[in-house]
């Protein structure tokens, strides 16, 4: 996890991902469409991506849903597609992406 960690500090908004997963594309494109600039993990991609896939599927509960899309935000763990997209729909994410500095306006 420490891994995971270092990764999501590095931005205000960061999106761990695999390349073939159509709900990772989604979260990724909301962020996009709002015009935030995240930063894209995608965990096929990395040659300890089979651990952090795991540390992330247990920081999200332990095995209820998939591991990935992960979302930080300010460095904390916000959770998946269904915590992000909630949160959209509520209007509560744009002002939690302002506070974490990934959106101006």
Not at 47 to 53: A, C, F, I, L
């Amino acid at each position: 996890m420490d891994r995971v960690m270092k990764i999501a500090s590095e931005r205000a908004v960061v999106v761990f991902t695999l390349s073939s997963c159509c709900m990772c594309h989604t979260v990724t494109r909301l962020f996009a469409d709002l015009g935030v600039n995240a930063l894209v993990h995608e965990l096929d991609s990395d040659p300890r991506g089979k651990d952090m896939e795991r540390a992330l599927l247990k920081a999200l509960g332990g095995g209820r849903g998939p591991a990935v899309p992960a979302v930080f935000i300010g460095g904390k763990l916000v959770g998946g597609t269904n915590r992000v997209m909630s949160l959209h729909l509520s209007g509560e994410l744009v002002p939690m992406l302002k506070n974490a500095g990934a959106l101006w306006l």
